[in-house]
C-alpha cells in the first residue's frame, strides 16, 4: 500500500499524475469499445477525418462473414456510383456495398454518404437534365429512407463528443436544397411530411411556432431549421 506520509509534495504529484493518465486510458478504451463506425467505400484521405482516439473504426471491405449492423453507432459511406444509387433505391441489392446499405435501411440506421463522393453530381453541367433530374429523384427517395448527404466537413461537426440531438439554426445560404414553409404554426403531421419528401433543410420565418410534437420529431429525424433571410 502506498504510504503518502512518507512522499513528499513532488512525488506525490507525480503519483497523483499517472493515475490519472491511467483512469483517462482506461476511459478512452471503453469509449471506442461503446462506439463503433462502419466505413463503407471511404479512402485513407477520407477516413482521417473521423477521430480515431474515440471511435473504433471498422471497413466493410476488410470485414469477412456477416456484419452485426446495429453494433454501429455511425455508418458512413465514402462513395455512391450510379449504380449504387438506382439499385439501393429500388431495394435492390447486387453486391456488397448495396446489401450492406440496404440492411442498415431494414435495421432503421441513419446512413452518412459523402457528397464529395456522389458520381452523378459530377455530370450537373453537361448531363441531359430530364435524366439528371431522374437522378436527382431517386436521391431523393434515398434521403426518405434515412440516407444524409453530408460533406466531409460535416463529419466531425457530426461526431465531435457528446454534440445534442437538436436541430440548428442558421441563415439560408444561397444554393442549399431546401424546403420553405410560410405557415405561421408547424405541427408534428406537417413536419413530417415534408421530410419523408426527402428534406432535411426548412426555412421557416422568424415568427413561426413549432408545436412541441413537431419539435420532439425535429430532433429525432436531424431535421435542420433555418431562418429566412429579409428580402
Known amino acids: 500500500m502506498l504510504n503518502i506520509d512518507s512522499m513528499d509534495t513532488e512525488k506525490l504529484i507525480e503519483y497523483i499524475m499517472q493515475e490519472v493518465m491511467k483512469r483517462t486510458e482506461v476511459s478512452k478504451k471503453e469509449r471506442i469499445e461503446r462506439d463503433k463506425v462502419l466505413a463503407i467505400s471511404f479512402s485513407t484521405e477520407d477516413i482521417s477525418y473521423i477521430n480515431k482516439d474515440y471511435f473504433h473504426i471498422d471497413h466493410l471491405e476488410e470485414i469477412e462473414g456477416n456484419i452485426d449492423i446495429t453494433s454501429y453507432k455511425y455508418i458512413f459511406l465514402g462513395s455512391m456510383t450510379n449504380k449504387d444509387i438506382v439499385n439501393i433505391a429500388i431495394g435492390l441489392p447486387t453486391d456488397r456495398v448495396s446489401s450492406a446499405v440496404i440492411d442498415c435501411i431494414f435495421q432503421g440506421k441513419r446512413i452518412y454518404v459523402l457528397r464529395e463522393g456522389v458520381q452523378y453530381y459530377k455530370y450537373k453541367d453537361t448531363s441531359n437534365v430530364p435524366f439528371y433530374n431522374m437522378m436527382k429523384s431517386y436521391e431523393t427517395k434515398l434521403k426518405s429512407f434515412g440516407i444524409d448527404f453530408i460533406s466531409k466537413n460535416d463529419i466531425n461537426n457530426l461526431i465531435d463528443g457528446n454534440q445534442e440531438d437538436k436541430p440548428i439554426s442558421k441563415e439560408v445560404v444561397k444554393g442549399i436544397e431546401e424546403y420553405t414553409l410560410d405557415e405561421k404554426i408547424i405541427t408534428e403531421a406537417v413536419i413530417k411530411d415534408i421530410y419523408q419528401k426527402g428534406y432535411k ?31
Open 201 to 231: 433543410d426548412v426555412v421557416i420565418n422568424k415568427n413561426t411556432k413549432i408545436t412541441p410534437l413537431a419539435k420532439d420529431y425535429i430532433r429525432a429525424n436531424r431535421i435542420n431549421i433555418l431562418s429566412k433571410l429579409k428580402e
